[in-house]
């Protein structure tokens, strides 16, 4: 009989709990986070030598017991969140939150679920994951230091730069401004050191793309063949989607289905004035927008009156 035992992590602590194929609990501990963790949880796991480990957020909160129990040779999965909430909520019978009971939802949620996506050793996939990560936290910090170069610009020369920032035009700019007071003069050293800040995010904006690129290349993926889709699109795409083989894709010589489609329909869909008018003429009278103060359009007698039974009235007599 396998023994599922699932695990609620937090940064300080984690809670294991046991369930055999009743959902009936066996056992549960609560280990301190610290390096001989994984160590005290095989140990006690030892009672059940054919168990799985179901872990919470194994890509999250949990990914670093995840990655250590792998490599110690157990079998992991990894269960979504949502799917241990929904199963405490509704099938636990237990709607106090505690760890012990957060446990227990995941164990009870792995053995319910067929499907759930078994945790491995760290793939070139997550290398992507986190490169791509550090490459938009490095755009996310040139922006913030641009925006703040702006607005120290807008308070040293009238309209500021109209232009898009960079290093060579913040110099060119700051060093046409007039430095009469001492005021001036601390605007020019922060914008200063803004700058510098905008020339070191570049630079390590470079760096980080090159080695995406050489990441990206050592894929051998032809996602970068798409069109709009460069080395940074296709670390994301390939670090969050993963392994795609846990998806169910229709097999080789099998027939997918598409709706039918009227003669003209698509070329209409490409046209957003036809698609607005479209979405227009099948809104609910209600959720039309309608002024209060609109009352002739159009030709003379056509009137329209903000009521839900009619819209359109023509001329009396």
């Known amino acids: 009989m396998t023994i599922t035992i699932g695990i609620d992590p937090h940064k300080a602590s984690h809670t294991a709990v046991a369930v055999d194929n009743t959902e009936c609990v066996l056992d549960e501990l609560r280990v301190r986070a610290c390096a001989a963790q994984t160590d005290r949880l095989r140990s006690w796991a030892a009672p059940f030598p054919d168990r799985v480990w179901a872990i919470e957020s194994a890509r999250g909160l949990g990914y670093l017991l995840a990655q250590q129990l792998v490599a110690a040779g157990e079998t992991v999965v990894d ?44 793939e070139h996939a997550q290398v992507l994951k986190l490169l791509a990560k550090r490459h938009r936290d490095l755009g996310r910090l040139r922006g913030k230091a641009a925006c703040r170069i702006h607005a120290l610009l807008m308070e040293l020369q009238p309209g500021g730069m109209a232009q898009r920032m960079n290093v060579t035009r913040a110099n060119a700019l700051l060093d046409e401004v007039v430095v009469d007071t001492e005021m001036a003069a601390h605007r020019v050293g922060v914008a200063r050191e803004f700058v510098a800040d905008l020339a070191h995010y570049e630079a390590q904006m470079k760096t980080s793309k090159a080695r995406l690129r050489h990441a990206i290349a050592a894929t051998s993926t032809s996602l970068t063949d798409i069109r709009g889709v460069g080395v940074v699109t296709a670390a994301m795409i390939i670090g969050h989607v993963g392994d795609v083989s846990r998806f169910k894709l229709p097999l080789r010589g099998t027939r997918v289905l598409r709706p039918q489609t009227r003669r003209g329909q698509e070329r209409q869909r490409s046209d957003p004035v036809v698609e607005a008018s479209t979405l227009q003429r099948h809104l609910p009278v209600t959720h039309r927008r309608r002024s209060p103060t609109r009352a002739v359009i159009g030709r003379p007698g056509r009137t329209i009156r903000n009521d839900t039974k009619s819209s359109v009235t023509g001329s009396t007599s």
């Open 79 to 122: 269960v979504p969140a949502v799917l241990s909430t929904r199963t405490r909520l509704l099938g636990s019978g237990r709607e106090q939150k505690n760890d012990p009971n957060d446990a227990r939802s995941v164990a009870i949620a792995a053995l319910r679920t067929d499907g759930l996506a078994r945790v491995g050793v760290d």
